[in-house]
């Protein structure tokens, strides 16, 4: 199986112009909010192999449909398929733990016709990296998996119920390689939500052999366009209820197996009484990684860490994925010693200054949230705010609870964000 990839030489030009358009000013940067190292991101962007997952990732983060634009170092024309293929064991330097229990979860639920599984957690607690896993392993099954990322549609498709509605049976169709055929399927008079039922139902699920896993990625950029939002909710809400029905239809449904992931940071902007996708399907919140998982992430960065520099990093930025996962590469690739790193933690000059200042532009966009975690982070004991507010402040990942009360995520937070939020 393929365990790399690299940028077609067609498309390298684009993919360092997307670099900027993005809103990256350098390539450190990009690397920095991937959370990967400056050299995988350089070689991804000069066409040099990069190991498939992060491939991937990047390819997404820059807007790129990844399928489109790799090829695999050996290929040498340009008509061989498309890699489709996850591979189950990822490379040593891909650095991935297992996330139990939740991968066990997701095979078990997947195994059911019909299936929904939602995936949800504030953004970089590895939502996408837990999704890649599983469609790697169900695809060694007889599943056909395809992933879809709502960050490759624009603006104008997302204001528009029709359009978006359009571009997603157009897009799923893509991915499986099917002609686009909607003008024979459409009808205005039927509605959006109609339409795309009967593209799915009478076209493209009848075309496969086998039962489809369908994974929808950042699907927390729907949820920000009330012009779509309700509805595509409401059309997942009725497929999962088709697949329950013993009606002739049901049976069509069965086939199809849907993962959703999102962000719960868009959650701040909405009505905290109306949650999107609420009491679908099954379940999955990630949680921080543990000692444990810290431990072994360490040692794939081939560090020799005992409990005790586990435990000083952990009591600053608790088990959260993404910032773990950053200090190690730092002390890797930068040779800079955790004592230092920690130092610097909660300043400017610190290497969660990008994570720690995207936070605080979102709580300064909502004085009343940005008054109550002021109030939370100052205080040495757990803090009793308003249910809407804890809701708020959760979904962001700032806050931990405890019984009605709640106290910062990490250390980090208690020490950066009074100094800012009380000037």
Not at 154 to 162: G, P, Y
Not at 168 to 193: H, R, T
């Amino acid at each position: 199986m393929t365990r790399s990839f690299r940028v077609k030489q067609d498309y390298i030009a684009k993919v360092k112009l997307a670099v900027q358009y993005k809103g990256y000013p350098r390539q450190q940067d990009l690397a920095d909010d991937l959370g990967m190292s400056l050299a995988t991101v350089s070689n991804f962007l000069n066409g040099k192999s990069v190991y498939n997952l992060n491939f991937q990732e990047i390819a997404e983060k820059l807007g790129f449909d990844w399928a489109e634009i790799c090829e695999t170092p050996n290929e040498t024309s340009p008509k061989l398929r498309k890699p489709e293929v996850y591979i189950e064991r990822e490379p040593y330097n891909f650095q991935y733990i297992e996330r139990e229990p939740y991968e066990s979860q997701c095979y078990e639920f997947l195994a059911k016709p019909g299936a929904l599984i939602r995936i949800k957690a504030p953004e970089e607690m590895g939502k996408t990296t837990l999704l890649t896993r599983v469609l790697s392993r169900v695809n060694q099954q007889d599943y056909k998996t395809r992933t879809l990322s709502f960050e490759l549609a624009d603006c104008t498709i997302l204001n528009d119920l029709r359009q978006f509605s359009r571009w997603f049976c157009a897009s799923v169709a893509k991915k499986l390689e099917l002609p686009n055929n909607l003008d024979d399927y459409w009808d205005d008079i039927f509605g959006c939500n109609s339409n795309t039922t009967a593209y799915f139902q009478d076209y493209l699920l009848p075309k496969i052999d086998s039962s489809l896993v369908l994974a929808l990625d950042n699907v927390d950029r729907v949820f920000e366009h009330q012009a779509i939002a309700d509805d595509f909710c409401r059309l997942l809400r009725g497929w999962y209820d088709l697949a329950r029905r013993s009606d002739r239809n049901s049976a069509i449904w069965n086939k199809l197996r849907l993962i959703i992931a999102h962000s719960t940071e868009v959650y701040s902007a909405l009505d905290v009484n109306h949650s999107p996708l609420s009491n679908v399907g099954f379940v999955i919140e990630l949680a921080e990684l543990t000692p444990e998982q810290v431990h072994n992430l360490a040692e794939l960065h081939e560090l020799n860490w005992q409990a005790s520099q586990v435990n000083q990093l952990m009591a600053m930025v608790g088990g959260h994925p993404y910032l773990v996962k950053l200090t190690l590469d730092y002390i890797c690739r930068q040779n800079m010693t955790l004592d230092y790193l920690l130092q610097i933690a909660p300043t400017e000059a610190g290497i969660f200054r990008d994570h720690l200042r995207k936070h605080l532009g979102t709580l300064k966009q909502h004085p009343e949230l940005a008054a109550a975690f002021y109030e939370v982070a100052i205080a040495t004991e757990p803090v009793q705010i308003s249910s809407e507010q804890v809701f708020k402040l959760h979904s962001l990942g700032l806050v931990k609870l405890q019984g009605n009360q709640v106290t910062p995520r990490c250390n980090l937070y208690r020490q950066y964000f009074p100094e800012r939020l009380g000037v």
